[in-house]
């Protein structure tokens, strides 16, 4: 599906805001996929599409949880976690998207998971960093993805986790495993 497409298919399921978080977060995983090397087009559908059932009825949400067999311990979590995997499930079965990399950045999307692959990271990162984002710390994250896009990962997990723990939040399982996975690689290639 070509760009114009895609941006009018999800203007449709979006506030304004949402969607112009959109665009800043297509414009910086475009960026980021030509400086780590990751197929561009990839990056750009999965960004356009990321946040596409954001704004989906929760029950509607639960259901395909449900349904779908998705993991069932996202239901006992919070329900921002959701709208990444139904996102995946309905941009496939609604806007007709089959690439499985382009899902599956989706898919994790929100909390991370261990063994990301590039895309993935692409995804997370410009997600965070985009221009229209203003939370404390973001600044040094867009300082570190444009030198290391496994250390802006991790800055950027441990900014979100440090986010839930100061408000007595729970941390969703994956969001732990990506970043204890992250951390260990990094650490084996001695690169902090
Ligand atoms: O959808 P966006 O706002 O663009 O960004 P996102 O998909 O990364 O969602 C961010 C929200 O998700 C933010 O409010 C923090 C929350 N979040 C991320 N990981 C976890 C989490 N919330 C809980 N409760 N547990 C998590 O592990
Ligand atoms: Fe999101
Ligand atoms: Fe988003």
Not at 48 to 66: L, P, S, V
Not at 130 to 150: C, I, K
Request: proline letters at 4%.
């Amino acid at each position: 599906m070509n760009r114009d497409k895609a941006l009018r298919v999800v203007k449709e399921q979006l506030t304004e805001r949402r969607y112009v978080h959109t665009i800043g977060v297509m414009e910086t995983a475009i960026k980021l996929a030509e400086i780590y090397k990751v197929d561009a087009e990839k990056a750009e559908l999965a960004a356009i599409f990321h946040d596409y059932a954001k704004f989906r009825d929760k029950e509607e949400m639960r259901q395909i949880i449900i349904n779908q067999k998705m993991p069932h311990d996202l239901l006992q979590h919070h329900d921002e976690l959701w709208h990444a995997p139904v996102g995946a499930y309905l941009v496939e079965k609604e806007a007709g998207i089959t690439d499985p990399e382009v899902l599956e950045a989706i898919r994790c999307h929100t909390s991370g998971k261990i063994n990301m692959s590039p895309l993935d990271k692409v995804l997370y990162v410009a997600d965070y960093i985009e221009p229209g984002r203003d939370f404390p710390g973001v600044e040094q994250v867009r300082e570190s993805a444009m030198t290391s896009l496994d250390i802006a990962v991790i800055q950027a997990m441990k900014n979100t986790i440090t986010f839930l723990l100061k408000r007595n939040q729970p941390v969703y399982p994956d969001t732990f495993h990506a970043y204890n996975d992250m951390t260990m690689k990094v650490k084996e290639r001695k690169l902090t």
